[in-house]
């Protein structure tokens, strides 16, 4: 568990900040505007902070099977999954989609038209198989059922892409 600094010594670095500067406007030297926290000024850049591959991993997957959803409920074009993708997990997303979109034309069942419809990620668990490839389980719930979802990620050009996916 990261250390969490109080928040009165988070007041006292700030007090002392302020005093350092009406010190210095004092003393002739030019103020520095830092803005106010979380604001980019050219005084003050924003620090870099590397990113955790699994937090990456994990939030890239969410938005994935959340698209995929809406590919398949079809309130969401294909081709913006394309990036993401490999070619043939492409094909075949789009083949159970229209395979969905035909059924649906055919029968007019009511059940098929609310299928995939409002689809929520509720949780997401991310394992590294190995360097650079990880495997993420999801479960999907829509208006109609819940369902089990399987990817797996690899890294390609410092890209991720996604090379598998189940959609149960």
Known sequence: ??????IRSVRERNANERQ????????????????????????????????DETAEVRAITRGTIQASMEVLAGIRP???LARRLDPRCLAN?????????????????????RLHRNSIVRSV????VAEGIYEASAVVVDDVRARAVAVRLERSKLVWRVTELVIG
């Open 93 to 113: 997303l789009q083949h159970r989609a229209s395979l969905i979109r035909r059924e649906l034309t055919r029968t007019g069942n009511p059940a098929l038209a």
């Open 20 to 51: 350092t500067a009406r010190e210095g406007v004092r003393a002739g030297k030019p103020a520095v505007d830092r803005g106010r926290a979380g604001i980019y000024s050219p005084a003050n850049p924003p620090t870099l902070r590397p990113a």
């Open 125 to 128: 668990r991310v394992c590294e």
């Open 78 to 80: 294909i081709h913006q």
């Open 1 to 6: 568990m990261p250390a969490v600094t109080p």
